[in-house]
Every structure is written in structure tokens, then in C-alpha cells.
């Protein structure tokens, strides 16, 4: 399917493009992607036919001679998905870490005391808190994103064991605080599996 997006989203976008360029990535969509695209690549190819004798297809008729392959389809639709993994991961893991150091720290060291953590309660809230924060940083700079997707992984798979241990029966949870680790951990290894571009 096709759709033109509205004047203002591209220019959104192309904007997000820059932003993400500030952290290391390389997106097509920036402004100078946007200048490129106004400026036009339109030209008279008679001199050329008349050189050489070859007839340029346009773009639809090259396409039809060479549809694309499934591969080429799971690329095509990865590709507008990977931007988005690659912003929901990083926001998950900070705003987890911020929750835990504000609104949610009163309920968190509520939670580790009744494992009997005692005085190291409030400690292990803040030192898990500022993990998660610093594995949303790592994921969000692109020199830095493998570190952080494994660090996400690695504290996923520690909070998982850790509490299992301590408070068995969130197990059976209605919310399920651990069965989604799960599909978090399936994320982690997807971004992974997207992350290098060339």
C-alpha cells in the first residue's frame, strides 16, 4: 500500500531523524535526506539514449521485471519496525528506573522488605533503578547499543531468577510482572538480531 504522509509529520520526522543522528544512528530520514528530495533528480535522458543506445526504465517498470523476493519483504517491513524498537527499549528501561526513584519507590521498598531485605531495601531499590537507567542510556547511544542490549538481557534474566526465589507466587500474579520479562527478553534478542545496518 502507498500513502503520502501530511507536509508537517515528514517534517516531524525528518527532525526525529536529526535527533537520532545526535545519539549515533544513522537514519535515512533527516533534513538534508528532506533538501535532497526538494532539490530533485529529474533529467532529459535523450543525450544519453542517443550515446548509447540504451533506453533508461523507470522506476515501476524495473520493479515489475524484478518483484521482490520474501526476503526482500521481511527486510522492507523490519526496517520501519526497527526504529521503532530501538526508541520503545530505551524509554521502557529509563522510565522503569525513574518510576522506581520516585512515585514508585515507596511501593518498591515495600516490596523488598517483605522478602526480609531489611535495611538494604531502599539501597537495592536505587542501585536497580539506576541499572535500568543505565541500560536504556547504553541502548539509546548507537556506539554503545550492543552493551546495553545485553546488560538489558542479563538484568532481565537476574530479575527474574532473583525474584522467583524471593516471592515465588508472583508467578500466579493476574498482572504478571514476571511472565512479561518473557517476551521483553524475546525483544532484546530481535533488537539484536536488526542492529547492524550494513
Known amino acids: 500500500p502507498r500513502f503520502v504522509l501530511p507536509v508537517a509529520v515528514a517534517r516531524l520526522l525528518y527532525r526525529f531523524g536529526d535527533l537520532a543522528a545526535m545519539?549515533?544512528?544513522?537514519?535515512?530520514?533527516?533534513?538534508?535526506?528532506?533538501?535532497?528530495?526538494?532539490?530533485?533528480?529529474?533529467?532529459?535522458?535523450?543525450?544519453?539514449t542517443a550515446a548509447t543506445g540504451i533506453r533508461p526504465q523507470t522506476l515501476a517498470g524495473f520493479l515489475a521485471l524484478n518483484p521482490a523476493t520474501v526476503q526482500e519483504k521481511w527486510f522492507a517491513r523490519l526496517y520501519f519496525i526497527k526504529p521503532a524498537i530501538f526508541v520503545v527499549l530505551p524509554v521502557f528501561w529509563i522510565m522503569t528506573g525513574i518510576v522506581s526513584l520516585t512515585t514508585g519507590y515507596v511501593s518498591g521498598v515495600d516490596l523488598m522488605?517483605?522478602?526480609?531485605?531489611?535495611i538494604l531495601s531502599a539501597p537495592t531499590v536505587i542501585a536497580?533503578?539506576?541499572?535500568?537507567?543505565?541500560?536504556?542510556?547504553?541502548?539509546?547511544?548507537?556506539?554503545?547499543?550492543?552493551?546495553g542490549l545485553y546488560g538489558g538481557i542479563a538484568l532481565s534474566l537476574f530479575y527474574l531468577v532473583v525474584g522467583s526465589f524471593l516471592r515465588p507466587e508472583l508467578w500466579n500474579d493476574p498482572l504478571g510482572p514476571f511472565l512479561k520479562v518473557l517476551p521483553i527478553l524475546?525483544?532484546?534478542?530481535v533488537a539484536l538480531a536488526v542492529l547492524e545496518e550494513r
Not at 522488605?113 to 531489611?118: C, E, H, M
Not at 524475546?186 to 534478542?189: I, K, N
Open 128 to 147: 536497580g533503578a539506576l541499572a535500568d537507567i543505565a541500560v536504556g542510556a547504553l541502548i539509546a547511544w548507537r556506539p554503545a547499543t550492543r552493551k
Open 23 to 48: 545519539f549515533g544512528w544513522r537514519p535515512p530520514m533527516r533534513t538534508n535526506a528532506a533538501r535532497e528530495i526538494a532539490r530533485g533528480a529529474v533529467g532529459d535522458p535523450s543525450g544519453w
Open 186 to 189: 524475546v525483544l532484546h534478542f
Open 113 to 118: 522488605q517483605s522478602t526480609g531485605a531489611g
